[in-house]
């Protein structure tokens, strides 16, 4: 059953499946960063820590290459003629993310990389210390990019956040990673829409740099951090 949460006219979340959700205005941005498509737990066992941790909506692998496509042909619908999407993947499925694009309607601007500082302790194989970043466009002559710096480059290195004793949703993106790829991509006033928004932080990004934005969570557990984090709690 779908729910709406309106922080203001300009900013909610919507909790339902994106695959079930027509939105009345197209977006100028869609960031979205997916569930892994790896029986992913949550973190857990991956950082080592206490049971603290929200329950995550997981895409099983047999499922993951229909998932992936449906995501990109709904961002491309809902998406202006210039439009831009950010999608992020981590490398276990990156050819399956990869061909889904290649068969999309998008056209890659850049691949880049998030070298964040550490990963998990491993013995047999090297630690997998980075996450990949597509940015995608509809339009290869018609599109938003503001430069964030004179030489930027396409790896980038930004520290994971780690919020101790908070009940945290899997593998929350840092702040700083968030606003970059929003600041690049788009302006203030434009709407930026996020299909699978997670604890929040694309919305939380998008309150302080003046854009709009629309979430879309299908984990209704999630609600909790997501009011924390934009610090509109229950009342």
Known sequence: MSRTIEFDKDHKVIFNDFRKVKLGEQADLVFADPPFGIDFKGNLLTYHRKPDALSYEEVCKE??????????????????????????SGWNNLKTVLDAVEESAFHVLNHCIWKYQFGVY??????????????????????????????????????????????????????????????????????????????????????????????IEVNPALEERIRAKLGFHTT
């Open 122 to 215: 491993t013995t047999r194989r090297f630690t997998t210390s980075h996450y990949h970043l597509l940015l995608l466009v509809k339009d290869e002559s018609n599109y938003t990019f503001n430069k964030p710096e004179h030489y930027a480059e396409d790896v980038w290195d930004i520290k994971r956040p780690y919020h101790h004793g908070i009940r945290t949703a899997g593998n929350e993106l840092p702040d700083e990673l968030v606003q970059k790829c929003v600041a690049t991509s788009s302006n203030k006033g434009d709407l930026v829409v996020d299909p699978v928004l997670g604890s929040g932080t694309t919305m939380k990004v998008c309150l302080r740099t003046e854009r709009r934005c629309i979430g």
């Open 63 to 88: 499922e993951y290459p229909s998932f992936t496509k449906s995501l990109l042909e709904w961002s491309c619908d809902t998406l202006k003629a210039s439009g831009s999407m950010w999608l992020l």
